[in-house]
């Protein structure tokens, strides 16, 4: 495989990062907007079934048929979830530590 068999991959791969920045965000948005809700559970379910539907037809149209464009939508989307949980991991300065 050459670097011009992997080109066509980076938008793909990109659009998998965006997708999982806004699956694994909205869910830590969520996460904390439950804490302070009298309805948490339709926050809940709302989000996941938004977040799942966004998702899935992100996959699918950026895929178009094509297995390895899902593969690199995919390691994006993985990626987005390192990402989103590196940063949003409690500090030492705000009295979380062990």
Known sequence: MTANDLQPLLPAGAAGLALGAIFFGGL???V??????PRPALWVLASLVLRMS???????????GDWRRLLACLAGFAAARLAVTWLSRPTAEAGHAP
């Open 28 to 30: 830590l948005w969520t």
């Open 54 to 64: 966004m998702a899935l037809a992100g996959f699918y149209f950026i895929s178009d």
């Open 32 to 37: 904390r907007k439950v804490v302070s809700s």
